[in-house]
């Protein structure tokens, strides 16, 4: 399967304080990858980095062949590089429709239209992408009442409204309930079987990642360990030792 | 133009931003602080120059008046910022950023008419104090000798903040709570009188600037609306908070105006407003590092 | 409130409603005396002033404090033309909008590559410089007194005149910019004000956007300032002067600013209130301020804003939703959180979701406030 996503030794560091040191990874087509690693390992900011928030100062991050590490986040975006935060970033004062509908009109090249009511535009897509999500029955609520749980999937719902090739989640059921998790996964789990969305997400819950992952990626104070499949990276002894001694069995 | 004229110029120039820097840094140690910009810091200039009209002419005219009166007007105003700190602002501070800022806007309406009810329209004036008076001879030019004070008081008013903010232990706290006001409150200090102590050593300075300028100018109604605007657009290039960015962009403030008034007299406002432009447009976050 | 969603607003459908109210406006000066048709003319340009601003400051959440440069602009732009180039008023009214806009570029593409405080100080800089211009050059521009007693052409003359053509512009105005709002545009700028991180890696360019965005408000102001030169037939520095600018924020924020009427609402009040008042008092700054002051402690979210709570609550009372929008938001500890703004909000820390980025290639610089 081909690779969507290569990270070659990226660096960044803030003000001297190296956040990345020599992280890699590789993503292919139509899997589900995750990153693990204890706090302050640097997944956020590597995320950021893949995703346009920041640049590196050193490495490489190639997506479909093409090197994108200068790249602005929008134009990464526009590459197919889809996002979500791990606080839930949304449209807090627009509605739940209209939330999904600016990353649509956005994809469609249409957010700077001046002139024709926003209504007319992307609707249907926008609809079947809340189905999708299951956020349909909400579509009037303005998205700043939502419950936590409801928000970050709203936040998924915007980031399919790219039409992304890769979506990349950071902490995608962080503060959720365990109802409200199961189904997080099992969207996830859809997204990526039924439209071969390349799904790739960091998570401190690894009852969550041991079930979704297909590749796993550990990383440690800013360096990547590992990356395998999940029983490999299970067993692999520096894992075990800075960060599953506690958790895994 | 000869050089007389043109230390003469310089020697005005620095003696006016020393003004500068004494207002400017009280706006940028609230600003600092409490991060909020102050739009009525302008008005407490003016009232305090007003306040030192008052005491001066209450006095009548001996010697002492005119130094009763630079001593007393800063304490009037930072009382009257206090109470309006206390009373009204502390209760926005959870609120968004620019409800705050547009409430200093209203309290400068407020001031500005009840500067007027109280003084009325005309403009006033103030002379120094005797010992101030007239002009000594330096280097063969005749330089007032208020405005050698003047450049006396600034480096004074620096030193004094510095000891304030580095040496004592309420002045540390003060720029703890600057940079990190949650931390402050987490080691049990309590975060509203380190606000009010630094808004109340603001309105001081504003004050002191007000009173210190009154002799060397006419006292107007229109004086908040001009000097805010120079004393924010000095805070935002010499770096938000900052008291040394404060004292650079009075200097290049100050020395631009006079450069101004001895190339082209005519536009010589234009020279700052033009300097403030070109170091915002290379230096969008200002010449020295933002406190925050 | 104004989203995207299938619009439920149905007093816009009405064209018979319009019609009727549009009647209403231009047959004002038939039946009302003069003082009342300055009033109405005055009360137009205004709003259609503070619904420019609204347009970045509402619906785009930049922190535009300099705003009246804009129409200072667009009234010198019409007056220079006609008195000191001698062209055709017509050619002026056009120039005025177009002075603006190209202004609000140049002004703009320096104030978007900053954040909310060094926005609007950059804004207050550059255009405290074009005051200083104005207010010295005396030759061109008449320095501190302005200029006076413009020449107009024959049918604005006459005060009735005048309305009708500043009644006509400013409706077709506020209907340019209603569509705008409306338009995905719009959609996008209310987007980019709630998290221009979000829209960053949705694809959209911020930057771009928000510079558009003041182009199209300097443009409208620079039309508001075409129309009160067309009142008034003078101009004078201080609209250029930022104090100006700041009474048209608060016009805003009386009114409502997350609502289209609003601004309009809000300046009808303040011109009212201050012709009013200034018949009795010469202290209506002392007034304004105690209103200002007073809005901010029991009615943020303004006239309009209260006003479409109250009407939101009486319409949901029955089915037990909560009342939506950002006035019930804005009292309870969550809105902090929810407006987005948690870096701009002296309370909060920085925001957590990111680190400090010093510089990077395209993402806005959210964290710093």
Redesign the interface.
């Known amino acids: 399967m081909a690779e969507l996503l290569r990270v070659e030794d990226v660096h960044k560091a ?2 001297g304080f190296p ?1 990345v040191r020599g992280a890699h990874l590789s993503v292919e087509a139509g899997r589900v990858v995750a990153v693990i690693g204890p706090n302050g390992a640097g997944k ?2 590597l995320f ?1 980095l893949i ?5 590196p100062d050193r490495g490489r991050i190639v997506f479909a062949g093409e090197e994108i590490g ?9 590459r197919g ?3 979500t ?3 839930a ?7 739940v ?3 999904v ?3 649509v ?3 469609q090249g ?10 007319r ?1 992307g609707v249907e897509e926008t609809r079947a992408i809340l189905e999708v999500t299951g956020l349909l029955s909400r ?4 998205a ?2 939502l419950s936590h749980g409801d928000q970050r999937i709203l936040e998924i719902a ?2 399919l ?2 039409r992304p090739r890769l979506l990349v989640l950071d902490e995608p059921t962080a503060g959720m309930s365990p109802e409200e998790t199961a189904a997080t996964i099992g969207l996830i789990g859809r997204l990526a079987r039924e439209s071969g969305l390349t799904v790739l997400f960091c998570e401190h819950d690894m009852d969550v990642v041991f079930s979704v992952a297909e590749s796993i990626m550990v990383m440690r104070q800013g360096r990547t360990i590992v990356q395998d499949a999940p029983e490999a990276v299970r067993r692999h002894p520096e894992v075990q030792e800075a960060y599953l001694g506690a958790a895994g069995a | 133009m000869d050089l007389t004229a043109v230390t003469s110029q310089l020697l005005v120039g620095l003696s006016r931003a020393m003004i500068l820097f004494i207002v400017t840094a009280g706006l940028s140690f609230v600003l600092g602080v409490l991060r909020v910009p102050n739009v009525f810091h302008g008005s407490l200039y003016m009232l305090g120059a007003f306040v030192a009209w008052t005491v001066a002419a209450r006095l009548g005219e001996g010697p002492g008046s005119l130094w009763a009166a630079l001593l007393l007007a800063p304490l009037v105003v930072a009382a009257v910022g206090l109470v309006i700190e206390r009373t009204l602002l502390a209760r926005l501070y959870q609120r968004e950023h620019l409800m705050l800022i547009l409430f200093t806007f209203g309290v400068m309406l407020v001031l500005n008419d009840l500067v007027k009810l109280t003084w009325g329209p005309d403009y006033r004036s103030v002379v120094p104090p005797p010992a101030l008076q007239g002009a000594v001879v330096v280097a063969g030019v005749a330089v007032p000798r208020y405005n050698l004070f003047l450049l006396a008081v600034g480096p004074v008013v620096a030193a004094a903040l510095w000891l304030f903010t580095h040496r004592t232990r309420v002045g540390k706290i003060a720029r703890a709570a600057a940079v990190d006001r949650e931390m402050v409150a987490v080691l049990g200090i309590d975060v509203s009188r380190v606000f009010a102590l630094a808004f109340l050593v603001g309105c001081y300075l504003a004050g002191l600037g007000g009173a210190l300028v009154a002799p060397t100018t006419s006292i107007t109604l229109g004086m908040d609306h001009t000097i805010i605007i120079e004393a924010f657009l000095i805070v935002t290039i010499g770096g938000l908070g900052n008291i040394w960015g404060a004292l650079v962009g009075s200097l290049l403030f100050g020395i631009t105006q006079s450069v101004g008034l001895l190339v082209w007299p005519q536009f010589a406002i234009v020279f700052p407003y033009l300097a403030v432009v070109l170091v915002l447009l290379v230096r969008p976050t200002g010449l020295l590092r933002s406190v925050w | 409130m104004v989203t995207v969603a299938p619009p439920r607003a149905p007093a816009v459908r009405r064209p018979a409603a319009w019609l009727v109210a549009a009647a209403v406006v231009l047959a004002a000066p038939a039946v009302l005396p003069p003082f009342y048709v300055y009033l109405g003319a005055l009360v137009l340009v205004m709003g259609l002033l503070a619904a420019s601003l609204n347009l970045v400051l509402g619906y785009g959440g930049l922190y535009q404090f300099h705003h009246g440069v804009f129409y200072g602009v667009g009234a010198y732009a019409l007056a220079l033309t006609i008195t000191r180039l001698g062209w055709p008023a017509w050619v002026g009214i056009l120039l005025g909008p177009l002075a603006a806009a190209a202004a609000g570029w140049a002004i703009g593409v320096f104030c978007v590559r900053l954040t909310r405080l060094y926005f609007g100080m950059l804004q207050i800089s550059l255009g405290s410089l074009l005051w200083a211009v104005a207010l010295r050059w005396y030759p061109v521009t008449g320095g501190d007194n302005g200029i006076h007693g413009i020449p107009l052409p024959a049918p604005l003359q006459t005060l009735s005149g005048a309305y009708v053509f500043i009644a006509v512009t400013a409706g077709l105005a506020f209907g340019a910019l209603w569509c705008i709002v409306r338009s995905p545009f719009g959609a996008t700028l209310q987007a980019i004000r709630d998290n221009p991180q979000r829209c960053q890696v949705v694809g959209i360019d911020v930057r771009a956007h928000q510079l558009l965005a003041i182009v199209l408000a300097a443009g409208f102001a620079g039309l508001a300032g075409v129309l009160y030169v067309v009142l008034e037939r003078s101009v004078f520095p201080t609209m250029l002067f930022w104090v100006l600018s700041l009474e048209i924020f608060v016009m805003c924020l009386l009114g409502g600013w997350f609502t289209f009427s609003g601004p309009l609402v809000g300046a009808a009040l303040i011109v009212v209130l201050r012709a009013f008042a200034g018949r009795h008092t010469e202290y209506w700054t002392l007034i304004l301020g105690t209103i200002l002051i007073l809005l901010i402690f029991f009615m943020p979210e303004g006239v309009m804003g209260f006003v479409g709570e109250r009407l939101r609550a009486h319409g949901r009372g029955a089915v037990g939703r909560r009342s939506a929008g950002p006035a019930a938001g804005r009292g309870t500890p969550a809105a902090v959180v929810a407006e987005g703004d948690g870096a701009a909000d002296p309370g909060a820390g920085r925001e957590a979701a990111t680190p400090p980025a010093a510089d990077d290639a395209g993402g806005t610089e959210v964290a710093r406030g």
Do not use: K, Y
């Open positions: 803030f003000d956040a956020t900011t950021n995703t346009g928030v920041l640049t200068r790249l602005p986040a929008h134009l990464r975006c526009r590089l889809g996002r935060f791990q606080l970033t949304i449209f807090p004062r627009l509605t429709f209209a939330n509908q600016v990353a009109l956005a994809r249409r957010s700077r239209e001046l002139l024709r009511p926003a209504a535009f579509a009037d609520e303005v700043g009442t915007i980031a409204g790219s």
